[in-house]
């Protein structure tokens, strides 16, 4: 029976992510691969709270609850899977890909036909039902966004960006009919005790930059995310964004639209230390563990990653120990539990 090397403390972390210092540098992850948590939970998990228990055990000081459009890829080939409850818990994650080319929106009619979720309507039960199955300490993030994901996805890649251009006001209806919805979402879910924080995941960035112009997606969908942000901070809860990529460009978009935090901070992409001297503490950093370390390197090239990582970054506060993406299948667990243990060994020692 695997037990926390410390005991849950959502509002350390708070504070760290809204740019503070703690009493400990606390780590957090959004995907993890279901094979690596029954690993560690020594059985199947299956339910809401077999996720808080995996959550708990492994030293997170929240558990992630989803609403809205969060998995635009599955809803271009099976239709909007808000409505699948055990998401968390049904095995291992399926790979959905988008097509690149031709999307199932194509015209302004495809878009008049096109049924989102109604944020009204939506099932926020377990906001409320799985906070009495939280552990003392813990809290839930809300996780939502990809308003130019969901956007792309719908129209196809290639017909997404030749819109730009050829079709703005296609492109343009599309974008702003998902982040509304996205945005009402959000105002649902922040009015709940049991959410201690926003998670938005957006990939808008390649290795080189962004997909598309810096000014687009100002104009067109960051500030979707200026209002979700608005709407956290009026609850005083904080809120991370996430891309993959080479987010350097649009860093001062970021800052302008007052997140709390970025993540994951790839190395491949980005230079950690020069962004924590361009940003000082106004932005906390989430991530820079490398997936390809955590893949294929030893569990001791892992734990000196998170020390140094804990040492040049943790001691000013503002940084939280996380992988540089997610926790997929193909990261040995003895490498997982690496990273996790290193959290516990050092996270208290350099703060």
Not at 242 to 254: A, V
Not at 276 to 305: F, K
Request: charged share 25%.
């Amino acid at each position: 029976m695997q037990s926390p090397a410390y005991q849950p403390d959502f509002d350390n972390l708070s504070r760290i992510l809204s740019g503070g210092q703690g009493f400990r540098v606390p780590t957090a992850e959004l995907g993890i691969d279901v094979k690596i948590k029954e690993k560690l939970l020594g059985r199947h998990l299956e339910t809401l709270a077999d996720e808080i228990e995996f959550r708990y055990r492994a030293g997170y000081d929240f558990a992630w609850l989803s609403v809205g459009m969060i998995d635009p890829a599955g809803t271009v080939s099976r239709q909007f899977l808000d409505q699948d409850d055990k998401r968390h818990f049904s095995g291992r994650d399926d790979r959905v890909w988008a097509r690149m080319h031709e999307g199932c929106i194509t015209s302004s009619r495809d878009l008049d036909h096109l049924a989102l979720p109604d944020p009204a309507r939506l099932d926020y039960s377990e906001f409320i039902d799985g906070a009495r199955l939280l552990k003392t300490g813990m809290k839930f993030v809300g996780v939502l966004g990809k308003i130019f994901t969901a956007s792309w996805m719908l129209m196809g890649m290639e017909d997404f960006c030749e819109g730009i251009y050829g079709n703005p006001a296609l492109v343009e209806a599309l974008v702003r009919r998902i982040g509304e919805m996205q945005v009402a979402v959000a105002e649902q879910i922040v009015r709940f005790d049991s959410v201690g924080a926003l998670w938005l995941p957006d990939d808008v960035a390649y290795h080189t930059g962004p997909m598309v112009s810096p000014q687009w997606l100002d104009e067109h969908v960051f500030n979707y995310y200026r209002r979700i942000v608005e709407a956290a901070h009026r609850y005083h809860k904080p809120v991370i964004y996430h891309s993959d990529g080479n987010m350097m460009p649009l860093i001062p978009i970021i800052l302008d639209c007052g997140f709390d935090a970025l993540n994951p901070i790839e190395p491949e992409s980005m230079d950690i230390y020069k962004l924590r001297e361009q940003v000082g503490t106004r932005l906390c950093l989430v991530g820079n563990i490398r997936v390809h370390t955590l893949a294929t390197g030893s569990p001791q090239e892992i734990r000196s990653m998170v020390r140094e990582r804990i040492q040049r970054l943790g001691r000013d506060g503002a940084y939280v120990v996380a992988s540089s993406n997610s926790i997929p299948d193909y990261v040995p667990y003895e490498n997982f539990r690496a990273m996790i243990d290193a959290v516990a060994e050092y996270a208290t020692e350099m703060v």
